[in-house]
């Protein structure tokens, strides 16, 4: 499991530690770090499907896991992006305090207004660092009804009117 933390990489060229990119943030390589740290699964990114303009919405969720020996509040979690009209947080679980191994749970629904490819980006702003944030990035295809979505994300056979497949 990767994990984000605080730490600069100035800090880590002094002490010697490997890092990897993180999206937006910093990774360890080193499990013994301590302070606030976070992952965020998944750690990809996420294809809502092909989903028909004129039907259901597809949803996606994201877990927010404080996996660090201190206490971590997610502030905000908000889509960026162009489509993010078409992407919204389904819930609002910011401003959350996780402690050690809690979670929060990020819905995100994607419904197109038109068909096409859209593009939109999940940041979420943590309290640690410089208000340390990390994104991710998220696709959809708005496409006719004949592909209607199932509701995980993934292209349906044709449901029809009913919505009953």
């Known amino acids: ?3 984000c933390g605080k730490w ?3 800090v880590l060229v002094v002490i010697g530690m490997g890092i990897m990119g993180c999206n937006s943030g910093l990774v360890f390589t080193n499990d013994s770090i301590t302070g606030p740290q976070v992952s965020v699964e998944p750690e990809t990114e996420v294809s809502f499907g092909c989903v028909d303009p004129s039907g259901r919405t597809a949803f996606q969720e994201f877990t927010v896991t404080s996996t660090g020996d201190e206490s971590v509040v ?4 908000i889509v960026e992006g162009q489509g993010n009209d078409c992407f919204r947080i389904d819930n609002t679980p910011a401003p959350v305090q996780l402690e050690h191994a809690e979670q929060a749970v990020i819905r995100v629904g994607f419904l197109p207004d038109a068909t096409g490819n859209y593009r939109g980006t999940l940041k979420m702003v943590f309290n ?5 944030e990390m994104d991710r990035q998220m696709t959809g295809v708005g ?3 004949a592909h209607r979505v199932r509701g995980d994300g993934e292209t349906g056979e044709d449901l029809g009117e009913t919505g009953e497949g």
Do not use: K, N, Q, V
Not at 74 to 77: I, K, Q, T
Not at 128 to 132: L, Q, S, V
């Open 1 to 3: 499991m990767r994990r």
């Open 8 to 10: 600069s990489a100035r």
């Open 74 to 77: 997610l502030e905000e979690a």
């Open 128 to 132: 640690f660092g410089d208000g340390m």
């Open 143 to 145: 496409c006719d009804d």
